[in-house]
T-cell receptor, first 119, second 115 residues
Framework: DGGITQSPKYLFRKEGQNVTLSCEQN?????MYWYRQDPGQGLRLIYY???????QKGDIAEGYSVSREKKESFPLTVTSAQKNPTAFYLC??????????????????FGDGTRLSIL | AQKVTQAQTEISVVEKEDVTLDCVYE???????LFWYKQPPSGELVFLIR??????QNEISGRYSWNFQKSTSSFNFTITASQVVDSAVYFC????????????FGKGTLLTVNP
């Protein structure tokens, strides 16, 4: 079945350590996204990518980095510069623009999330 | 700037009651899209519905119905005859038209349906 796979489900980070969250999709979607969810805060956009080898900062990109070397994969690295990394991280994907026709009304499909905590 | 407000932080009902989740949005765009997502305890967000700004028809899908009113900038969600399985956090979200894919989410409403 097509879908979005995030791993690991739970992740612990030590002080000063970088950690990478995996996100893979087999939906053939062009666009991928990373969100952070904190209690009572809703979802906030960290980074998004509309096409391979291109990505843009979202609303809270500081302390995070991403890459988009393959269409199917959009890993998120939480760097040591992110001082408050404890949160639930959600990856999403959606169809993108094709042939000049905007498909930005396409819904985003989400993975199961990764819960990151500090040791 | 875009904004989505879900004023109800938590709602608790008894099974079979009807419940309405409110969503009010702010945008200066004439073309935009509204979404509702459900987040069960497992964490994954499940897409429920999309509505275009130029289509104000209300929609019904089984026990779910949505009331979109541009005059009041609202996109409310009603669950009829609620069930325990409806217990989840529900998010309303807004996206601009064009090639900007950013979704602006409300803070969510936690719905608890008690047996």
């Amino acid at each position: 079945d097509g879908g979005i796979t995030q791993s690991p489900k739970y992740l612990f980070r030590k002080e000063g350590q970088n950690v990478t969250l995996s996100c893979e999709q087999n939906l053939n979607h062009d666009a991928m996204y990373w969100y952070r969810q904190d209690p009572g805060q809703g979802l906030r956009l960290i980074y998004y990518s509309q096409i391979v080898n291109d990505f843009q900062k979202g609303d809270i990109a500081e302390g995070y980095s991403v890459s988009r070397e393959k269409k199917e994969s959009f890993p998120l690295t939480v760097t040591s510069a992110q001082k408050n990394p404890t949160a639930f991280y959600l990856c999403a994907s959606s169809k993108g623009d094709t042939g000049g026709t905007s498909l930005s009304n396409q819904p985003q499909h989400f993975g199961d999330g990764t819960r990151l905590s500090i040791l | 700037a875009q904004k989505v407000t879900q004023a109800q932080t938590e709602i608790s009902v008894v099974e079979k009651e009807d419940v309405t989740l409110d969503c009010v949005y702010e945008t200066r765009d004439t073309t935009y899209y509204l979404f509702w997502y459900k987040q069960p305890p497992s964490g994954e967000l499940v897409f429920l519905i999309r509505r275009n700004s130029f289509d104000e028809q209300n929609e019904i899908s089984g026990r779910y119905s949505w009331n979109f009113q541009k005059s009041t900038s609202s996109f409310n969600f009603t669950i009829t005859a609620s069930q325990v399985v409806d217990s989840a956090v529900y998010f309303c979200a807004l996206r601009r038209g064009g090639s900007n894919y950013k979704l602006t989410f409300g803070k969510g409403t936690l719905l608890t349906v008690n047996p």
